[in-house]
């Protein structure tokens, strides 16, 4: 039996175009970040620290995911410490986050370590394996265990739950809507990816109505000195797939108790109608940044800010209860405080030790580094909302 011929990402795109005409470009993206095998998820290399293209708060050192076991553990208690805890986790990447708060549960909060059972639900096949490898002692113990979607996870999930995610929301595709029409992905005359508009769907109308803005053009001395692909007019994204992510999530609760945390980089609406967080969509490769998405297909992450006001929206719709939208700096010192970040210094002996996890610590908190970048959104279904430590700084 015969087997087409290995093909390269930006050939099989084309091809598609080819087939089916212009795509949009939620597809292309989905394409570049997933497609088995050569997607930039999908593919065997790493994407995550120093020998990647972009660092993570799990990637500064273990005290985040030690603060956010300190958290866990007090929503733990919030629903009565119940004997079992499913938590799982959302796109977990390389299992730094998840060794971290495992680890933490077992030295500190042995309680809350003997019910957690941690999920990690990952799509690509290669991050699977690396899980695998990585959680393997967790694994062997029966106190973890790695899922392809979020409805297999829940299946074998009771009735607490906490559902976690770090980074997660930015890297969904989304369409990208100008003043022209809804941007369709193409290939020009020279082979090269191209765009071209289209009338926007009801349903991406529907999106900007509603939680964020509609485009505008842009006047001519901003447009002539915009990239090509920017075409003389403001871009504004329209996440829906993120939108049916958060149903998904919500479906999860309708016969279960607990609380959802998610930290990412976004915008409310009301910041969006001051003007800003448009035209978000970025690539990173090799710790550089880029606009353009058509440079390295599967080469290069491809993320846009979240829309906190959208999913809060989808997540009110079915009747779970907004906490609080915190940045990661309110959200780490409101844990931090509760024994002054024992967490961070408890295990360092030396004092160049502790400097470097001060340093480190500052990194996480301080709007020089990443304490301001990242929000945190958390909700709750079937808890009474206590005063969670994370939330002691909200407005």
């Known amino acids: 039996m015969s087997h087409p011929p290995q093909t390269d990402l930006r050939q099989r795109i084309a091809d598609l175009i080819g087939r089916e005409g212009p795509i949009p470009f939620s597809r292309y993206m989905e394409m570049c970040l997933y497609e088995p095998g050569l997607g930039y998820y999908a593919r065997a290399r790493e994407q995550f ?54 680890d933490w549960a077992q030295k500190k909060f042995p309680d809350f370590a003997a019910a957690i059972r941690y999920r990690l639900v990952e799509t690509s096949e290669y991050l699977r394996t690396r899980l695998a490898e990585r959680m393997a002692d967790y694994l062997g113990k029966g106190q973890g265990s790695i899922y392809a979607s979020l409805e297999e996870a829940a299946a074998d999930s009771g009735e607490s739950l906490i559902v976690f995610g770090n980074e997660f929301f930015d890297a969904l595709p989304v369409e990208i809507v ?89 915008y409310t609406r009301a910041q969006q109608l001051a003007g800003r967080h448009l035209d978000t969509l970025m690539t990173y490769r090799q710790h550089t940044a880029s606009p353009d998405p058509y440079q390295a ?48 210094f408890s295990e360092a002996e030396l004092p160049q030790e502790r400097a470097k996890i001060a340093m480190q610590l500052k990194h996480l908190v301080t709007p020089a580094g990443l304490g301001e970048i990242f929000q945190v959104m958390t909700l709750a279904h079937g808890v009474d909302a206590p005063n969670l430590a994370g939330l002691k700084f909200a407005r």
């Open 49 to 102: 620290g120093k020998a990647g293209d972009f660092y993570t708060s799990s990637d500064v050192h273990a005290l985040y995911g030690r603060l956010l076991c300190r958290q866990f553990d007090e929503m733990w208690r919030a629903m009565g410490s119940p004997v079992q805890l499913d938590f799982i986790e959302l796109g977990p990447g390389r299992g730094l986050f998840a060794l971290d708060v495992l």
């Open 178 to 266: 100008t003043a022209r029409g809804e941007i369709r992905v193409t290939v020009d005359a020279t082979g090269h990816f191209a765009e071209t508009t289209v009338p926007a769907r009801p349903e991406v109308l529907e999106y900007l109505d509603r939680y964020a803005v509609h485009p505008h053009a842009a006047e001519s001395t901003e447009a002539d000195s915009l990239p090509d692909f920017h075409a003389r007019t403001t871009r504004v994204e329209a996440p829906l797939a993120a939108q049916d992510w958060m149903n998904r999530i919500t479906a999860v609760f309708a016969s279960r108790r607990g609380f959802v945390v998610f930290v990412d980089y976004g």
């Open 297 to 344: 297909p599967g080469e290069q992450d491809i993320t846009t800010h979240v829309n906190f006001t959208a999913l809060r929206a989808v997540a009110e719709h079915a009747c779970l209860k907004h906490l609080g939208l915190v940045t990661q700096a309110e959200f780490l010192m409101g844990i931090g405080e509760q024994n002054e970040f024992a967490d961070a």
